[in-house]
């Protein structure tokens, strides 16, 4: 079945420094792929998303390009604040055979940015 | 901006006793969705409703979960009894969902932390 992976955390950097998280994942068909954010005390909130191959998602200075290649969805960005400390998820999207949507997430990559 | 909202925020209870969290989704949002998070891990879908009908519930304990959504709007996600495993946070997203409209974005509530002792 479908699945979703993420590199385990937490990731500790320094302000501005260059940010990585990976994720792959395993699915038939043609889905879609997101990275939602979550701050501490809230709910998950969309951080971007690329629906097919080679799209490339950006918001708030993150990118991710859907490599369908290497079935990656690796979130990038190039000087982190301490502002982005959170927990970011990757997650999978697809149309479900039911004609129902489905959604699997990733268990989640802690980030600590130090000032 | 419109909020998918929750309540209560924090839950305290006691294993046996029945617990019941409330969800108001985005106005105009047909699909709702129940997930439970356990701490490190991410969301794990428990229900999906489509206007007031169940189009999955392959992961609901159903011996003692139950989840309604009479009038297509607001739901309920009920457990009796508890257990200490249930301990989580029990989120609640919306979305579009009719075919043509669906971006695949899910809009979150803040959650209810559920701690049972």
């Known amino acids: 079945g479908n699945s979703v992976t993420q590199m385990e955390g937490p990731v500790t950097l320094s302000e501005e420094a260059f940010l990585t998280i990976n994720c792959t994942y395993t699915?038939?068909?043609?889905?879609?792929l997101f990275w939602y954010v979550q701050y501490p005390g809230e709910g998950l909130q969309l951080l971007l998303k690329a629906t097919k191959a080679d799209d490339k998602g950006s918001n708030k200075g993150f990118e991710a390009t859907y490599r369908k290649e290497t079935t990656s969805f690796h979130l990038e960005k190039g000087s982190v604040q301490v502002s982005d400390s959170a927990v970011y998820f990757c997650a999978l999207f697809w149309g479900a055979t039911s004609g129902t949507y489905k959604y699997i997430f990733g268990t989640g990559t802690r980030l600590k940015v130090l000032a | 901006e419109a909020e998918v909202a929750q309540s209560p925020r924090y839950k305290i209870t006691e294993k046996s006793q029945a617990v019941a969290f409330w969800c108001d989704p985005i106005s105009g949002h047909a699909t709702l969705y129940w997930y439970r998070q356990i701490l490190g891990q991410g969301p794990e879908l428990l229900v999906q409703f489509q206007d007031e009908s169940v189009v999955d519930d392959s992961q609901l304990p159903k011996d003692r979960f139950s989840a309604e959504r009479l009038k297509g709007v607001d739901s309920t996600l009920k457990i009796q009894p508890a257990e200490l495993g249930d301990s989580a946070m029990y989120l609640c997203?919306?979305?579009?969902?009719?075919?043509?409209?669906?971006?695949?974005?899910?809009?979150f509530g803040e959650g209810s932390r559920l701690t049972v002792l």
């Open positions: 997203a919306s979305s579009l969902g009719l075919a043509g409209e669906y971006t695949g974005e899910l809009f």
């Open positions: 699915a038939t068909g043609y889905p879609s």
